[in-house]
């Protein structure tokens, strides 16, 4: 007996993120009728919230400004970073991101959406073979929130909210140094009067992730006649499957049960499932975590992905996540956010429970996520001195930098007059403390690290401090008193999912194609595997895989 429908598109999205948005731009340039449902009130998802920064080898943007770079190169950083994880990273995939992915960059220019190269932003391993130092990423640009008439109100609010100012992800890097180089303070200075430009129009002005998804939100109102093919508050509860096939879902849409056909295809964007205790206790294997500590977008629950593992989707990688050592101080503010980047910068580093460093603090963060676990410092201390606080520490006097005294009163941090008596207060070996930080500061003192290689790549050098020699990642800690912070393993999101073919088309446990069913982002395994190769891979993979997802759903539409 066949489903009767409450309401028929060809292509059914999961998800208003960027690959979810891509999907339903795609979807209308090749004559399809997309919906987008996404469960929570506001647009956007774990793209929304994020930086917003989609990382690409030989982009558009780098072609036009010269910037060297080939489809060679990043399939050969791709094969030495990422390596052999299985088929979420097959050579196929890897193949179709770098390919699709141009034209998926090039497409959104196409349609009115700017974007600027993150210039200075490194790949994370650019020592590694195709590496690149110049910068593979691009962002979206400052955009008013005026364009989106009624929908302004309803986009995830942008990264730069928490700031207080109208600041693009790449110039972050800048302002948290505005007082340690002449170009650092020439950024913040740029971004000081955007804000109050801004604040003095009464414009709101989107960075970040927002800007991503409200550019990609003003070409679909802007197509659709300001009625966008999107729902809010409409959770994918489960597939339909006719005759092996998937052919809709059921949607709970403003507490409404609804059957939606989906002629042409599903595509599942709707994330993983960071927030979901019981799955992270269940797949969490050498890496295990409830989730407690996880900053993912609040509708990270995994219930669209539980769909389709009932329905037989193949998974891998469900044990990952996309892990950011965070430190969590309660109404710490800016201050507690200035600890929170002390493994990149002079006068930190991080310690086991033993007193032990285990790992270059200033590699990627997903990088030093796994460290903390396979060193089982969970949580581990960031160790500093009151140098890095009177260089550091925000939301203080800028002339009189302190720690907040609430922050040493509490707990949160804990302070030595030595660091055999930071040692003891921390409950770390004085003697093995004493010995980490003399090793550590007689060859900081000379800008090396000979046990982990901290600020020997353009990645380290690029998020330290400018303003410090002759190691921007790394500096002795001399000066007394003596402070320690617990560092946890938070996550972004978890990184496994589905396993899909190069069409973004979901794989049973046959590794047969399950029909008219798609994935992509945090629902899917990723082409990244257990890697994060630059900033915003994430949202690239995402987005590239949306893309493809609907081109292909297109090309059926074509043939039927």
């Known amino acids: 007996m066949s489903t009767r429908w409450d309401h028929s598109v060809d292509l059914l999205i999961a998800g208003s993120g960027g690959g979810g948005m891509v999907a339903g731009l795609v979807a209308l340039e090749h004559g399809l009728e997309p919906l987008i449902v996404e469960k929570q009130a506001l647009v956007g998802g774990s793209t929304g919230l994020s930086g917003g920064i989609v990382w690409l080898p030989n982009n558009p943007l780098m072609r036009a400004e010269g910037i060297a770079d080939t489809y060679e190169d990043g399939l050969a950083y791709l094969a030495d970073v990422v390596g052999d994880v299985g088929a979420a990273s097959s050579a196929a995939r890897r193949e179709m991101f770098l390919t699709a992915g141009y034209e998926m960059i090039d497409f959104l220019i ?8 993150c210039a200075g932003w490194s790949d994370y391993y650019p020592n590694h073979r195709g590496g690149n130092a110049a910068g593979r990423a691009v962002e979206g640009i400052p955009f008013d929130a005026a364009q989106l008439g009624s929908w302004s109100g309803r986009l995830q609010p942008p990264l730069a909210k928490n700031y207080g100012y109208v600041v693009l992800t790449n110039e972050l890097r800048s302002v948290q140094y505005f007082n340690r180089s002449p170009s650092a303070f020439a950024a913040a200075a740029r971004v000081f009067l955007r804000t109050r430009a801004a604040r003095m129009r009464g414009r709101q002005i989107l960075t970040n992730g927002a800007s991503l998804v409200g550019q990609m939100l003003k070409v679909l109102l802007d197509l659709s006649d300001r009625r966008p093919p999107l729902w809010t508050d409409a959770a994918m509860e489960d597939l339909v499957v006719e005759d092996g096939r998937v052919v809709g879902a059921r949607v709970i849409h403003g507490g409404i049960p609804l059957r939606i056909e989906a002629r042409k295809g599903v595509l599942l964007a709707a994330g993983g499932f960071g927030h979901n205790t019981e799955m992270r206790r269940r797949y969490s294997g050498d890496q295990p975590n409830d989730g407690k500590w996880s900053i993912a977008n609040a509708g990270d629950t995994g219930e669209v992905l539980q769909a389709a593992i009932r329905l037989g989707a193949k998974t891998d990688l469900l044990d990952e996540a996309w892990w950011l050592p965070s430190v969590f101080i309660s109404n710490g503010g800016a201050a507690a956010a200035s600890l929170g980047s002390g493994r990149q910068r002079p006068g930190a580093f991080y310690v086991d429970s033993a007193g032990r460093r285990f790992c270059n603090e200033s590699n990627s963060y997903v990088e030093v996520g796994k460290a903390m676990y396979a060193a089982k410092a969970i949580p581990c201390w960031m160790v500093f001195d009151h140098g890095y606080v009177r260089r550091y520490v925000t939301g203080t006097n800028p002339l009189n930098r302190r720690l907040p005294p609430d922050f040493v009163d509490s707990g949160a941090v804990q302070r030595g007059d030595t660091i055999a008596d930071l040692a003891r207060r921390i409950g770390v070996p004085a003697d093995t403390l004493t010995r980490t930080t003399q090793r550590f500061n007689h060859f ?48 972004v999101g978890t990184c496994g999912g589905v396993l899909t073919n190069e069409y973004a088309q979901v794989l049973d446990e046959h590794d047969r194609v399950i029909e008219g069913l798609y994935a992509t982002g945090n629902t899917a395994a990723s082409v990244m595997g257990r890697t994060y190769p630059g900033a915003g891979a994430s949202i690239a993979s995402s987005m590239v895989f949306g893309y493809v997802a609907a081109r292909h759903a297109a090309h059926h539409l074509r043939s039927a």
């Open 110 to 117: 196409r349609k009115g959406i700017r974007l600027i190269r």
């Open 444 to 491: 900081a003192a000379q800008g090396v690290d000979p046990d982990f290689g901290r600020g020997q790549s353009a990645y380290n050098t690029c998020l330290g401090d400018p303003g410090y020699r002759p190691n921007t990642a790394l500096g002795p800690l001399n000066r007394a008193p003596y402070y320690a912070t617990r560092v946890f393993p938070a996550d």
